[in-house]
């Protein structure tokens, strides 16, 4: 978690869903009608009296060819370049890796399998990083083991986990952010990555896209009380641009209610339209990513987006954009701040209403209104 926020200026929790029949939600998937709440258990705080964010992470794994520079130089010089951009008063980061010391691959074939030693959870705490979003196509790499260790020392480090679990039920969880001003939902849902990550009733996994699970989530997190719901979804081909298919599935989110839709998956940033007044972010990028990356052979920028939902009491929404320069084969893997050119030629391409004031670009946004 960030420095400046140790006193937890937000209240936040994974719902749980408990078939022991402690959980938080009650849900009859067989009858049309919304889950029903029945207990939440929060972590307290207080919200700042004037402005806070709520800041969002591309695709985030702290190993693979990045490990022989931080076995001798340690965890934290993944992040060292980008720490002071982490700023939310909520930090949420795509984890596109197990964290765990398991390193035997679920599926031996698949092309790529990723792990991340324990500590880096640890690193991503201390870098100021609140949740991690699991729902991607690499949580299930290590198998069972794999995924069971990183909620736990997610846990441990401080950090909520959602977006994927032991079955359905919790996979499905949203996180809730409580804020003075209103509670947000924050739902992780992904491509279908195949059976063996596939969530269903009994089995371990990431929540895959249809329309069910597109309108459940929102349903679980209204139930919850949710104001506002989030699309925290991971999609798209790799070094590929947002295809017809993601703004099918956008504009599906739109029309059942979502509030925000922040997309991941490609390695590259893309896009931040509006379908009406929801602000659609197709892709943010890599965030901190330990792979060499293959953005040459693709002619593709290595550039990545952090992206943030600034709110205050009583002035407008500004959506705040900083830009990252995620290309390893430029940084030796540490990850930089767009320099001023740099955010020159790649904000506008992002959207060219974002106004660049120093290392950050904002543009107004007519959404999360305040709730009647």
Request: proline share 6%; aromatic share 8%; charged share 20%.
């Amino acid at each position: 978690m960030h420095p400046k926020t140790r006193d937890r200026f937000l209240m936040v929790t994974a719902l749980a869903v408990s078939i022991a029949g402690t959980g938080a939600i009650a849900v009859n998937y067989g009858e049309k009608r919304a889950p029903e709440v029945q207990s939440v258990d929060v972590w307290t705080g207080r919200l700042p009296a004037e402005r806070w964010s709520v800041q969002f992470l591309g695709d985030t794994m702290l190993g693979d060819g990045a490990t022989p520079m931080l076995d001798p130089l340690g965890y934290d010089a993944a992040v060292a370049g980008v720490l002071p951009l982490i700023d939310g008063d909520f930090v949420i980061a795509n984890v596109e890796s197990p964290i765990t010391s398991h390193d035997q691959p679920l599926n031996p074939g698949k092309e790529y399998s990723y792990h991340a030693e324990p500590q880096s959870a640890w690193t991503l705490s201390k870098a100021g990083i609140d949740a991690i979003g699991l729902g991607n196509n690499h949580s299930m790499d290590m198998g069972l083991v794999g995924l069971q260790e990183t909620m736990k020392l997610a846990s441990n480090a401080g950090m909520a986990s959602f977006g994927a679990g032991n079955n359905l039920a919790e996979a499905e969880r949203p996180l809730m952010l409580r804020t003075d001003r209103g509670t947000i939902g924050v739902v992780a849902i992904g491509e279908n990555f195949g059976k063996a990550s596939r969530a269903e009733e009994f089995n371990p996994g990431t929540v895959a896209l249809s329309p069910a699970t597109v309108q459940r989530g929102y349903d679980l997190a209204r139930a919850a009380g949710a104001d506002w719901v989030v699309a925290y979804v991971h999609w798209g081909d790799n070094y590929v641009e947002t295809s017809s298919q993601e703004r099918y599935w956008a504009q599906m989110m739109v029309d059942t209610g979502y509030d925000l839709i922040v997309g991941h998956g490609p390695h590259i940033a893309d896009k931040i339209e509006f379908i009406g007044d929801v602000p659609v972010a197709y892709s943010l990028g890599n965030f901190v990513f330990g792979t060499p990356g293959r953005f040459e052979s693709y002619g593709k920028q290595g550039i990545g987006l952090m992206l943030s939902v600034e709110m205050s009491r009583n002035g407008p929404v500004q959506l705040a954009v900083k830009c990252l320069v995620t290309d390893n084969s430029k940084t030796g893997f540490v990850t930089q701040p767009c320099d001023g050119p740099q955010m020159i030629s790649a904000i506008p391409l992002v959207n060219p209403a974002l106004q660049i004031q120093g290392n950050v670009a904002r543009m107004p946004c007519r959404c999360f209104e305040p709730p009647k």
